[in-house]
């Protein structure tokens, strides 16, 4: 078992910049790959970025890329997303989830339905 809290949202206006974090613990933080994932009401749950185990390879979704950064601090058991030029449509509930994995390939996953743990959420309002 995994436990995840993220911390980090709020209200800030367009053109901001906010920094999530994402607090594991409950197993070895090096075993689990992570994501990021966002919804907003009325929405299915939607990727936004991805981490491999080592923090090595990350991906994201395209409306997010050049403004958002997703790394991990193993020695922390933290996970983080730098989201910077935030725009009314990144307003959302942020979640973050971790994957375990069994082997110590660059790998990361996009589905919400690959991963094992999600946290409970932080709210990102995004006002114009």
């Known amino acids: 078992q995994v436990q995840l809290v993220e911390s980090g949202g709020g209200l800030v206006q367009a053109g901001g910049s906010l920094r999530l974090s994402c607090a594991a613990s409950?197993?070895?933080?090096?075993?689990?790959?992570m994501g990021w994932f966002r919804q907003a009401p009325g929405k299915e749950r939607e990727f936004v970025a991805a981490i491999t185990w080592s923090g090595g390879t990350t991906y994201y979704v395209d409306s997010v890329k050049g403004r958002f950064t997703i790394s991990r601090d193993n020695a922390k058991n933290t996970v983080y997303l730098q989201m910077n030029s935030l725009k009314p449509e990144d307003s959302a509930v942020y979640y973050c989830a971790a994957k375990y994995v069994t082997w110590r390939g660059e790998r990361y996953y996009t589905r919400t339905y690959e991963y094992d743990y999600w946290g409970q959420g932080t709210q990102v309002t995004v006002s114009s």
């Open positions: 409950g197993r070895t933080f090096s075993n689990y790959a």
